[in-house]
């Protein structure tokens, strides 16, 4: 334990700067811009306290660190729990890292209810770093499922023509997948006395139950992520929501299911996850080849970048249920990848949605030559989706089939025919867009990225090539904490072997 709460303050800070900007700002034109500039200021602050929590944190130390913990439910034993390892230290650096930039996006998109859309972002992302925190079972499921709550408002309020209808798919399928999530949290509690996840997950439950316990949580974390065949609300949430929606849903609020899978399906189900890992494993590969095929056709560069992101989470799921240390490495580090390529590629949309108003791939063509900086970064974020060597994307993907191969060589071959159909359908969209032929003059005479524009996505790709050239810089924190998890799950299995 640590006198200085930082976990807390980095927290509870965004939803400190929404309440000034609710309490003290005027609803106008004035209070509209005081309102960027308090919630712009309040997301850099949080990020240099991420920043701060990267560089005093101990990557040689497996557990968690920066516990803070307090009584909250006294009847019931439920605490404020909270702490990092290097699993989750890098998932609050990437929240802390969307929000501002998701500020900076829509800082001239956005002209209606400004207030009220910066108050959403700021509250989105108590959450989202809460979940990431959250050291028991209950207070993670209320910062879980509390982020649906704003994500619902930014879809339907500041979304496009299908809003309500999208809003409304988004919050009904997450939120039915998390009612069986929380009727395991209150059946382990009843078996374990306790809702402490460090507890829980160092005493798995009784095989017996695990089977149903694990399929609730599946219920829950697949849906989020989300798996096929529950995918379907991911690409209307994404056509509809604005472009800094999409950035925060892609790079960060898909990952809250492979982030719940790594807290509670393998660690405390460890039994139930090896039983089902061949249903997880062509799962994934049918979400990886069946939805590349779908974006091969898709005339919507959202709707195609949507589908993009349902493969590339199949590569997570299939990563994590090889239980190797390899497997599980590499599918963290495809959600770290995955948050940055995938919010650029949206960012790379939203720059000409302004310029022309429409998303149809048939509008555009040959604009090469009026945005030459524009289509270089739109260029590296798609060699990055595809998995070139030397981008991020190619690491979480590399070690992820890696992890596939020790287990399941049929599953590995089937997965990285994924990552040929993922550079079909992204050279379709680059060649389409940046040199096919012009469709019509308003395209050729967009002018190019301004400089707010450039400093943004250059930021993104700049760190897309770090982590492709020094994946250390994360694997170096995370390894520890993974081999930990991997050594639980080996020893557990030993012991269930060996009983009578």
């Known amino acids: 334990m640590i006198s200085f709460p930082?976990?807390?303050?980095?927290?509870?800070?965004?939803?400190?700067?929404?309440?000034?900007?609710?309490?003290f700002l005027r609803n106008d034109e004035t209070g509209a811009g005081s309102a960027r500039s308090m919630a712009l200021v309040t997301s850099l602050m949080t990020l240099a306290g991420a920043l701060i929590l990267m560089l005093v944190f101990d990557p040689a130390n497996p557990d968690f660190q920066f516990k803070e913990k307090m009584i909250w439910l006294a009847p019931l034993g439920i605490a404020y729990h909270l702490g990092v390892d290097g699993i989750s230290l890098y998932f609050v650096l990437l929240t802390a890292l969307l929000v501002p930039i998701c500020i900076i996006a829509s800082w001239r998109s956005v002209e209606t209810r400004v207030r009220e859309?910066?108050?959403?972002?700021?509250?989105?992302?108590?959450?989202?770093?809460?979940?990431?925190?959250?050291l028991d079972a209950i207070l993670f499921y209320v910062f879980f499922e509390g982020g649906l709550i704003p994500m619902f408002l930014i879809i339907g309020i500041w979304g496009g023509k299908r809003r309500v209808y999208s809003a409304y798919k988004f919050f009904l399928y997450t939120f039915l997948g998390s009612v069986f999530m929380l009727l395991a949290l209150m059946v382990l509690y009843m078996q374990a006395g306790t809702t402490d996840m460090t507890v829980l997950m160092a005493n798995p439950v009784a095989p017996s139950i695990q089977t149903w316990l694990w399929w609730a949580m599946f219920a829950s974390f697949a849906v989020k992520m989300p798996m096929w065949p529950v995918h379907t609300w991911l690409p209307d949430a994404h056509v509809e929501a604005p472009t800094a929606g999409s950035v925060?849903?892609?790079?960060?609020?898909?990952?809250?299911?492979?982030?719940?899978?790594?807290?509670?399906?393998?660690?405390?189900?460890?039994?139930?996850?090896?039983?089902?890992?061949?249903?997880?494993?062509w799962l994934s590969v049918i979400a990886i080849i069946y939805t590349s095929l779908v974006a091969l056709v898709q005339e919507d560069m959202k709707k195609l970048i949507a589908y993009s992101s349902v493969a590339h989470m199949g590569f997570v799921t299939l990563g994590l249920f090889t239980a190797t240390l390899e497997g599980i490495s590499g599918a963290i580090f495809q959600m770290i990848s995955h948050g940055l390529i995938s919010g650029a590629l949206f960012l790379c949309v939203g720059v000409v949605y302004d310029r022309l108003h429409t998303r149809d791939i048939a509008r555009y063509g040959g604009i090469v030559k009026n945005m030459p900086r524009f289509a270089t970064l739109f260029m590296l974020f798609m060699l990055g989706s595809v998995g070139l060597p030397g981008t991020s994307g190619f690491v979480g993907e590399f070690l992820t089939l890696l992890g596939a191969y020790q287990v399941d060589t049929l599953i590995a071959a089937l997965a990285a025919s994924g990552m040929v159909l993922g550079a079909a359908y992204m050279l379709v969209l680059y060649r389409r867009v940046i040199f096919g032929p012009p469709a019509h003059a308003d395209a050729t005479a967009m002018p190019d990225v301004d400089g707010r524009e450039f400093a943004v996505l250059a930021l993104?790709?700049?760190?897309?090539?770090?982590?492709?050239?020094?994946?250390?810089?994360?694997?170096?924190?995370m390894t520890p904490s993974v081999e930990k998890l991997v050594t639980h799950i080996t020893q557990h299995h030993s012991e269930q072997e060996q009983a009578p």
Do not use: D, H, N, Q
């Not at 859309?117 to 959250?134: D, K, N």
């Open 460 to 477: 993104l790709a700049a760190l897309v090539l770090w982590l492709g050239v020094f994946p250390g810089m994360i694997t170096r924190s």
């Open 6 to 23: 930082i976990l807390t303050i980095l927290t509870f800070l965004p939803l400190v700067g929404a309440l000034v900007i609710l309490l």
């Open 117 to 134: 859309y910066m108050i959403a972002f700021l509250v989105l992302e108590t959450f989202m770093i809460g979940t990431f925190c959250a």
């Open 248 to 281: 925060i849903l892609a790079g960060v609020l898909l990952k809250m299911g492979g982030y719940g899978f790594l807290r509670f399906s393998l660690p405390m189900f460890p039994e139930a996850s090896a039983a089902f890992a061949p249903v997880v494993f």
